[in-house]
């Protein structure tokens, strides 16, 4: 069972265009957000994270937009470039459970057409 | 890159054979995980660890084991490759709760 749904499985973009990616969760004791963009051979790494207490943060062209009540969050990236191009995946992480494990959604690979 | 390396990067292996794969982290992290990543369903967690000799198993343990003999190698260990064990595998590290995880370059295992 996916903890974390992430949509659309697939995005193109136009350069200069704004992508979105959605995720969901329903596990309440998710506490930590962070997305990771990954280039074909290469390892996740981090993008940019959230904490549930802020609605919004900006980093750049990169943006988390959270909506607490409705568990659900998303990643806005503005004036899309080619070097954008990648697959992405949101995650949500129990912090004050375990080992801190990441639980990632299915990943969106996004191409930005020059 | 971010202190962490994996072994080998890439591998072919036959049904029912033992196959191990090695995690290394030079950055003193408490916690390692390892991942396998497969079309469709993002990165899945195989084991974790929270400390040396101290590992517990994540959403898709079954055929796969972990050992922790030191802070610093993390290793997985399919007990009879199947094909379905072929993916990518990722290990990754993290120092502390709602920091950074760091990946590494990841291991593509083949089961022929």
């Known amino acids: 069972q996916q903890q974390v749904k992430q949509s659309p499985q697939s995005l193109i973009v136009q350069k200069g265009g704004i992508s979105i990616i959605n995720c969901a969760y329903e596990?309440?004791?998710?506490?930590?957000f962070p997305w990771y963009q990954q280039f074909p051979g290469k390892g996740p790494a981090l993008l940019i994270a959230?904490?549930?207490?802020?609605s919004e943060k900006k980093e750049g062209r990169f943006t988390i937009s959270f909506n607490k009540s409705a568990k659900q969050f998303s990643l806005h990236i503005m004036d899309s470039q080619p070097g954008d191009s990648a697959t992405y995946f949101c995650?949500?992480?129990?912090?004050?459970?375990?080992?801190?494990?990441?639980?990632f959604g299915t990943g969106t690979r996004l191409t930005v057409i020059p | 890159d971010a202190g962490i390396t994996q072994s080998p990067r890439h591998k072919v292996t036959e049904t029912g054979t033992p196959v191990t794969l090695r995690c290394h982290q030079t950055?003193?992290?408490?916690?390692m995980y390892w991942y396998r990543q497969d079309p469709g369903h993002g990165l899945r967690l195989i084991h974790y660890?929270?400390?040396?000799?101290?590992?517990d198993k994540g959403e898709v343990s079954d055929g796969y084991s972990v050992s922790r003999s030191k802070t610093e190698d993390f290793l997985l260990t399919l007990e009879s490759a199947t094909s379905s064990q072929t993916s990518v595998y990722f290990c990754?590290?993290?120092?502390?709760?709602?920091?950074?995880?760091?990946f590494g370059q990841g291991t593509r295992l083949t089961v022929v």
């Open positions: 995650a949500a992480i129990p912090s004050q459970t375990g080992a801190n494990n990441l639980f």
């Open positions: 596990n309440t004791a998710f506490d930590y």
């Open positions: 959230i904490r549930p207490d802020v």
């Open positions: 950055e003193n992290h408490r916690y």
């Open positions: 660890s929270y400390g040396v000799k101290d590992t």
């Open positions: 990754a590290m993290k120092g502390a709760a709602n920091t950074e995880a760091f």
